[in-house]
T-cell receptor
């Protein structure tokens, strides 16, 4: 089955700085990679996703890059704000294979004033 | 939109009792829903895939007789934790796959289960 590793587990940045979270996956057939933001006690919220036929996708301050050869993908948040503080999870899915999401272990991001 | 609701949001029960959690897709139909469990400061772990009109598919290590799943309609899946014990205390989250949006899963708000 799929295995997703995520680093770092915690990340502190100053407001306005950039934050980068990295994930690697094991199943080369995986073809959809969403990123979720989860605040304490709340549901995971999809913030951006990328498919395997694309190398990069950007949505305002958030971007995701995918390297299929190396089987890793990264989340980039620029101009961080205190409200970006949350736990971020990457995930990988093999569409057509039951569409089961395999989550990374999560990154606790803290944006300090 | 794609809204998923869960009920109840919190439940406290005595050891040995059963608890039913409902997951509803409010504005779309979902032939597939998923049930996750999340312990404090940990990631989401898939428990089972709920398929409308057929039996659920359970992940390895998840007892199907303890965690009963029913997906009787295209907008409702239920998870029943039978004979609950304190170690079943956790945050249970469902998600629903909206076929029109491809592979995107939309999550419910979660249910905090505490077994005394």
């Amino acid at each position: 089955g799929e295995n997703v590793e995520q680093h770092p587990s915690t990340l502190s940045v100053q407001e306005g700085d950039s934050a980068v979270i990295k994930c690697t996956y094991s199943d080369s057939a995986s073809n959809y990679f969403p990123w979720y933001k989860q605040e304490l006690g709340k549901r995971p919220q999809l913030i951006i996703d990328i498919r395997s036929n694309v190398g990069e996708k950007k949505d305002q301050r958030i971007a995701v890059t995918l390297n299929k050869t190396a089987k890793h993908f990264s989340l980039h948040i620029t101009e961080t704000q205190p409200e970006d503080s949350a736990v971020y999870f990457c995930a990988a899915i093999l569409t057509g294979g039951g569409n089961k999401l395999t989550f990374g272990t999560g990154t606790q991001l803290k944006v300090e004033l | 939109g794609a809204v998923v609701s869960q009920h109840p949001s919190r439940v406290i029960c005595k050891s040995g009792t059963s608890v039913k959690i409902e997951c509803r897709s409010l504005d779309f139909q979902a032939t597939t829903m998923f049930w996750y469990r999340q312990f404090p400061k940990q990631s989401l772990m898939l428990m089972a895939t709920s398929n409308e009109g057929s039996k659920a598919t359970y992940e390895q290590g998840v007892e199907k007789d303890k965690f009963l799943i029913n997906h009787a309609s295209l907008t409702l899946s239920t998870l029943t934790v039978t004979s609950a014990h304190p170690e079943d205390s956790s945050f249970y989250i469902c998600s629903a796959r909206k076929e029109a949006s491809g592979d995107t899963q939309y999550f419910g708000p979660g249910t905090r289960l505490t077994v005394l």
